[in-house]
């Protein structure tokens, strides 16, 4: 199929009926609207790259839906294959050179990229009691043409929303929208938390864990090298030497992470990817796309990365108050956080993940391609864990597996 065929009225009828089986749909006019897709740096990093229409188109589309008329501003949002992001993201660490040039093409299906093309679609499939996702007005899948794509409602600053794509004005972020995103973002964890092993097993191999952390550990080594090489103003000695513990003491903050309930988390929560709506009230309403690097993680995890986005300098002090409104509105919906210290740990200890992986692929592509926001997000994320004990869990851990030795050699002798 051409670009032009995804655009026809009958391609777009035929897909948004297949979404909405129960409502008669006829699409009776389609045209192009202008779109700003910058902010998609994965599509627009691999449109190159793809021998396939890829990429962001606005569309006003005149239709009858139950027998109404009406107009649509939508986004046809045509993704690339999974693989050759993966594989534009094995050449960004090519052109780095060093450490993570040799070693990402072993982790390339492995950081999280490799699904992408099939994750936002089986997230934007999920239930949404919360109200976190844009309307979706269609999904579509062929995978023996390779194509991918959703159908969404058009988000325009202005129009119907407000902090689209905000990631370089934070200070636009109230208080009021930080807490408004955070009991939004309480609900839609609440709805998806401890997910059964088949629903883990869906978001693919790449599910942080334990093991998985730990089997990157190479990976997260190389990352680290070409941070702190090509920005040491940004990762200097105490900063790189934090880090280098945290991945020697991945065993023992996972042990402490296991111990925590998991949920579906965006896993980019961040004001590239959000914006906010007003309903009928006139509340605030958070509103989330994107969802191609879904996952399972601790609920804590799209927390840290929305408040090491949000929060400059001078509003870290705020960060426990803002993770304390986050966890009384999740306890409140699931019962399951009442431990205040518990919870915050769990959230410093994510944030080690959030530091090792994201930000490590972050730092990796700024290299080639400078992001202006990304040394205040660097910054405020070292804020985040400036007092994490990685000592004391070593010593947790060291208690543990001796605790263990010699269970395992009382029994022997019994």
Wanted: glycine share 6%.
């Amino acid at each position: 199929m051409t670009t032009a065929d995804y655009f026809s009225p009958a391609f777009l009828e035929e897909i948004m009926r297949r979404h909405a089986p129960a409502r008669n749909i006829r699409v009776e006019r389609v045209r192009p609207l202008a779109l700003d897709s910058s902010s998609s740096i994965l599509t627009a990093l691999t449109a190159g790259c793809s021998d396939k229409p890829v990429g962001h188109f606005g569309l006003e589309v005149q239709l009858r839906a139950d027998g109404r008329p009406q107009t649509q501003r939508l986004v046809l949002k045509l993704k690339p294959a999974g693989r050759e992001i993966a594989a534009m993201l094995t050449g960004l660490a090519g052109a780095c050179g060093g450490p993570v040039a040799e070693i990402y093409p072993e982790f390339q299906a492995l950081t999280g990229f490799e699904h992408t093309h099939w994750r936002e679609l089986q997230a934007y499939g999920q239930a949404d009691p919360s109200g976190l996702l844009p309307h979706v007005w269609a999904t579509h899948a062929d995978p023996a043409r390779d194509t991918y794509l959703v159908l969404l409602e058009y988000l325009e600053e202005g129009r119907t929303v407000e902090l689209l794509n905000s990631v370089l004005a934070p200070e636009r972020w109230t208080d009021a929208h930080l807490r408004a995103a955070l009991t939004q973002v309480a609900a839609w964890h609440a709805a998806h938390l401890a997910p059964t092993p088949t629903a883990r097993a869906n978001y693919g191999p790449d599910v942080p864990g334990g093991a998985f952390m730990q089997q990157l550990a190479p990976l997260w080594e190389a990352l680290l090298t070409n941070a702190a090489t090509r920005f040491p103003d940004l990762y200097g000695p105490a900063r790189e030497a934090q880090l280098r513990q945290a991945i020697a003491r991945i065993p023992a903050y996972w042990a402490r992470l296991e111990q925590h309930p998991l949920t579906l988390v965006h896993n980019d929560l961040n004001p590239r990817n959000t914006c906010f709506k007003r309903d009928a009230a006139g509340q605030l309403r958070l509103c989330a796309y994107d969802w191609e690097l879904a996952t399972y993680h601790l609920p804590q995890y799209d927390v840290v990365e929305l408040l090491a986005f949000v929060l400059d300098a001078d509003r870290y002090h705020l960060r426990p108050l803002y993770l304390e409104h986050y966890r009384q509105a999740l306890h409140a919906l699931t019962g399951q956080f009442g431990d205040a210290a518990h919870f915050r740990e769990g959230f410093r200890l994510a944030a080690l993940d959030f530091g090792l992986h994201r930000l490590g692929m972050y730092l990796m592509a700024h290299a080639v391609s400078p992001y202006p926001y990304l040394p205040r997000v660097v910054n405020s994320f070292f804020d985040t864990i400036k007092d994490l004990d990685l000592e004391a869990l070593a010593d947790d851990q060291r208690i543990l597996a001796q605790g263990f030795t010699r269970l395992k050699q009382v029994s022997r002798s019994a």
